[in-house]
């Protein structure tokens, strides 16, 4: 193959690849968002035992006790708002760039996560 077509194929592949992301972050649903946004932390089953999730305290969403406690309008509201400690010190940025709905997707694949 000629050098030119090889460099236009790879141009033309990263185009339909970046075409592809962002077709994601739009409409993604709760779990990719869950895995983009939230698992560092929270961890990919909501357990909240990854490294910064400990050093954070987050609490294990697969516990339906967890769960329970959490009603769905302060995980809206902690999720578009962000969350402090009672001390002020932020312990999870607002989540930028979800629509309404994705953020109740959010939610509802954080209901998943309940063992
Ligand atoms: C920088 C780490 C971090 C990230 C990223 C993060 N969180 Fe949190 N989140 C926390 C901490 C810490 C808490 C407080 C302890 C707990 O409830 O687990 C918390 C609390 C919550 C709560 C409970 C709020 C309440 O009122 O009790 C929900 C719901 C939540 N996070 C959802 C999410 C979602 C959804 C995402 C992704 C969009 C996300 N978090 C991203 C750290 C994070």
Redesign the pocket.
Same mark, same amino acid.
């Given at each position: 193959m000629e050098r030119n077509t090889i460099m236009r194929r790879i141009i033309m592949l990263a185009a339909a690849a970046g075409f592809t992301a962002a077709l994601t972050a739009s409409a993604a649903g709760g779990k990719e968002?869950?895995g983009h *946004?939230?698992a &560092?932390?929270?961890g990919a089953n909501g357990d909240?035992q990854t490294n910064?999730?400990r050093h954070?305290?987050? &609490?294990d969403?697969t516990d339906a006790k967890v769960q329970a406690a959490?009603t769905d309008a #302060? #995980?809206i &509201? #902690?999720?578009k708002e962000g969350?402090k400690d009672q001390n002020g010190h932020l312990? *999870?940025?607002p #989540?930028k760039g979800?629509s309404d709905s994705q953020v109740k997707d959010?939610?509802a694949y954080?209901r998943t996560l309940k063992k």
């Open positions: 968002n869950w *946004m939230c &560092k932390c929270h909240g910064i999730g954070l305290h987050c &609490k969403y959490l #302060a #995980a &509201k #902690a999720i969350l312990l *999870m940025r #989540a979800l959010l939610v954080l």
